[in-house]
């Protein structure tokens, strides 16, 4: 544990399991924010992040993590073991959750006729995973929306701080933040000439 004098708050190292990741039956509820002017906060052990004057800008979006096969698009991701039913059908994720990580093999959004489906699947999780550690994962993913595009790139998460956030819904405890880095190039080949798009 951590302290921190003179009020002797103390908090413990928390270490992300797969009983930390998401599990079918699991609500993930999104409410977007005013972040202007927020800074995330320093890095480091036993923080203390306050964000409780965060307002509302928008509606709350309900998704919710389901059996592959109770989605229209399971037969193009064999490998999940589960899925996520972002707003209602407007987005379909699918992931493989084992003990040793949480890892994305694709996504359907319906309204832009997207299927995407990784070649080689990217790491969002491993698992044990705890302040200081960190781990890199190359991926690649073809997608078709009209066109049929590729996209490879890497993700690098580390997790470098932990402590307590404040939020207009609570207090949280425990809490281990990861800093996600990802960087991909997505190309598309018309009539011969290749189109590139890097960020």
Do not use: H
Not at 153 to 168: M, S
């Amino acid at each position: 544990a951590n302290c921190q004098l003179p009020t002797a708050n103390c908090f413990s190292q928390p270490t992300l399991t797969s009983a930390n990741s998401p599990q079918i039956g699991d609500k993930i509820v999104d409410l977007l924010a005013d972040t202007v002017g927020v800074i995330a906060g320093p890095s480091g052990a036993g923080i203390n992040w306050d964000f409780s004057t965060l307002s509302a800008t928008g509606d709350t979006s309900i998704s919710e993590v389901v059996t592959p096969n109770s989605t229209p698009y399971s037969a193009d991701f064999p490998g999940a073991s589960q899925a996520i039913n972002f707003a209602n059908g407007l987005r379909y994720g699918y992931y493989l959750s084992n003990t040793a990580e949480y890892t994305s093999l694709g996504e359907v959004i319906p309204g832009f006729s997207l299927i995407m489906t990784y070649d080689d699947p990217q790491k969002l999780f491993v698992y044990p995973f705890t302040y200081n550690d960190n781990f890199s994962d190359n991926f690649s993913a073809t997608y078709t929306s009209g066109a049929t595009f590729y996209r490879t790139g890497t993700i690098t998460v580390t997790a470098d701080a932990y402590g307590t956030i404040q939020l207009p819904t609570g207090t949280f405890s425990n809490v281990l933040r990861l800093k996600v880095i990802q960087d991909y190039r997505d190309s598309l080949n018309i009539g011969g000439i290749e189109y590139i798009y890097q960020t």
